[in-house]
């Protein structure tokens, strides 16, 4: 099995989506289980929804719903899909429009604004909550665009069967290949939910044995992208494939900044608050299978770089510290608004 990365060199935007590197996190792995991560920052605008909105994209243009230098694109989004949308549709020729909860951190509606995005800022929780009456983020972005259709185009993530294809087009066969076929158990975040039923669908497709973890945030949760489904309702796209999840781990904010932090410490990378939550629950069911032989493969859906201020805030790094760990971080990718 290959335990070096493959970085893939291509300036253009478009072909830099996908084909993240996997590498092995050695000082996590144990006599019996190997962990994986599979580093998501590597797509061009830094994050694992680069692959979802490239496919809503793609989709929309194949049925002739996007004009050029005429539609504009409307997502309600927590940040990730936001960047995402936004850098892939400028590059493309469309406008985009984010409507997003104002707890989302700074960096991250910086990013946005750079890229080009009009934000429209509601008072939800940090992540788009769905179910009824609840979402004003997504209400706000129904009400900007129904009465628009010939101008205004919303992907909807949380329905968009695209978001699902993205992840069981290139990311699942992406780690079959990566780990030869030997990967036994996959870990996720989940916001939508495409990450894990595209992801998943391809690998028990491959091997029927292959589990899949899913991992959701504890209630009032700081982990951008990803979802308490109490507080939630799992999404329309979630819930069509849900069958595919086989064990559920809720993380705390307290065990995915220290996980966070403990990355930076042990493996001189510089990760996402979710990655921490993600490594936590592989580390909770190594501990539980200590004599069972695995490879298990985790999604890392960003990097630090956007928490700056989210880690100063919570007394995670200091800013000198988080200065010397993002300098000394090894696997950055560069990013295509830097
Ligand atoms: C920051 C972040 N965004 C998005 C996701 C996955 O989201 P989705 O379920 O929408 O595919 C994750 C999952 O780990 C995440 O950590």
């Known amino acids: 099995m290959s335990t070096s990365a493959v970085f893939p060199s291509s300036n253009n935007i478009i072909e ?8 092995e996190l050695k000082s996590f792995s144990t006599p019996k289980t190997r962990i994986f991560a599979k580093l998501e920052w590597h ?80 008072s939800d929780d940090l992540c788009p909550r769905v179910g009824a009456g609840t979402d004003q983020s997504i209400a706000l972005a129904y009400a900007i665009s ?39 158990h ?19 497709e491959k091997n029927n044995e292959v589990k899949v973890v899913a991992i959701q945030a504890q209630k009032n949760h700081l982990l951008q992208g ?41 493996e001189h990378i510089l990760v996402g608050p979710s990655s921490g939550s993600v490594l936590a629950s592989m580390m909770d069911l190594a501990e539980k299978n200590p004599d069972q032989e695995n490879v298990f493969v985790g999604i890392f859906a960003d990097d630090g770089r956007k928490f700056k201020s989210l880690y100063k805030e919570q007394g995670i790094f200091t800013e000198d510290e988080f200065d010397k760990y993002l300098k000394n971080s090894k696997f950055m990718s560069q990013l295509a608004y830097n």
């Not at 927590?78 to 707890?103: D, F, Q, R």
């Not at 939910?193 to 998943?200: K, L, Q, R, W």
Request: with cysteine.
């Open 186 to 204: 996959f870990f996720t975040g989940c916001g939508t939910g495409g990450t894990i039923t595209g992801t998943g669908k391809f690998l028990k």
């Open 43 to 122: 797509n061009p605008f830094g994050s694992v929804k680069d692959r979802a909105a490239f496919w809503m994209i793609k989709n929309a243009e194949r049925q002739n719903i996007l004009k050029k230098d005429k539609s504009i694109i409307i997502e309600p989004t927590s940040g990730n899909t936001g960047i995402a949308l936004t850098g892939i549709a400028s590059h493309l020729g469309y406008k985009v429009e984010i409507v997003i909860p104002e707890k989302v951190s700074k960096e991250t509606k910086d990013i946005l604004r750079k890229l080009g995005a009009t934000l429209h800022e509601t």
């Open 16 to 23: 830099r989506i996908g084909n993240t590197p996997l590498i």
């Open 146 to 184: 129904k009465p628009r259709p010939e101008i205004y185009y919303m992907p909807n993530q949380y329905e968009n069967d695209a978001n699902y294809y993205a992840h069981y087009e290139s990311t699942g066969p992406e780690i079959w290949k990566q780990t030869e076929g030997k990967v036994t």
């Open 226 to 266: 990803l979802r308490n489904f109490e507080e939630s309702a799992k999404p329309e796209l979630f819930l069509r494939r849900e069958d595919v999840v086989d064990e559920w781990y809720t993380a705390t904010n307290e065990k995915s900044f220290g996980m966070a932090k403990e990355i930076a410490l042990k």
